[in-house]
């Protein structure tokens, strides 16, 4: 199902959780005060818009309850601006709020002024690096919580030739396949129940940490 996101600021990690998520087929709405970084990704999201998304009006006219998620990747050194957002996009019935911090302390600012999830990339990028030197499948990994991550892995031996009602994963271990990229570079997301899983598919999907590594798929 196709879902819409909001991304305000669109740094080198905001463009790319953008880009990601419009990889997986669902609508993206960027925002940044800088011409050229909306220039950047003008062509590969479905709106960017120059603007300051610390003025209230500007988020109200954007419907911010119509979003799936509010992503806030404002540069640590603008902390305010990414606080003031943060406050802003609650009182307007966000959804879901995911802002990014560059430390402990303007992670635990932010959660208390209304995010539901911290991010702090350069921490999660070194998890990445050391994940991906370990695993041989595995392509991208986002832990969300401590109990809960999403993966993006190259196809399981347990999935290959199986699909999702054969599988049952959800219902059996709590685990939902959000898309599958196939060697044809079709998205499916999510795939059709009918869809038998091929070996050289990348499978994006979320789970409890313990199933996921009981099933084997964050140690390949």
């Given at each position: 199902m196709k879902k819409q996101f909001l991304v305000i600021g669109l740094g080198r990690f905001g463009a790319n959780v953008a880009r990601t998520l419009t990889k997986f087929g669902h609508s993206v709405v960027g925002i940044d005060q800088s011409e050229d970084r909306i220039q950047r990704v003008a062509e590969e999201?479905?709106?960017?818009?120059?603007?300051?998304?610390?003025?209230?009006?500007?988020?109200?006219?954007?419907?911010?309850?119509?979003?799936?998620?509010?992503?806030?990747?404002?540069?640590e050194k603008y902390i305010q601006n990414s606080i003031l957002v943060t406050l802003i996009?609650?009182?307007?019935?966000?959804?879901?709020?995911i802002a990014k911090a560059g430390?402990?302390?303007?992670?635990?600012?932010?959660?208390?002024?209304?995010?539901?999830?911290?991010?702090?990339?350069?921490?999660d990028m070194g998890e990445r690096v050391a994940r991906s030197l370990i695993s041989s499948k595995m392509i991208d990994f986002l832990e969300i919580s401590p109990q809960i991550s999403i993966i993006e892995i190259i196809t399981p031996k347990i999935?290959?030739?199986?699909?999702?009602?054969?599988?049952?994963?959800?219902?059996?271990?709590g685990i939902t396949i959000i898309s599958v990229k196939t060697n044809k570079n079709e998205i499916k997301s999510p795939p059709d129940i009918t869809y038998r899983f091929q070996p050289d598919d990348i499978v994006a999907l979320i789970g409890d940490n313990t199933q996921l590594k009981k099933l084997g798929f964050t140690e390949q």
């Open positions: 999201i479905s709106d960017a818009i120059k603007c300051d998304a610390t003025d209230a009006e500007i988020l109200d006219s954007l419907d911010i309850p119509n979003f799936e998620a509010v992503i806030v990747a404002i540069g996009s609650k009182e307007k019935g966000a959804k879901k709020i430390t402990q302390t303007q992670g635990r600012v932010l959660s208390r002024v209304g995010a539901d999830v911290i991010v702090y990339p350069e921490k999935l290959v030739g199986k699909n999702l009602t054969e599988l049952n994963l959800r219902h059996k271990h």
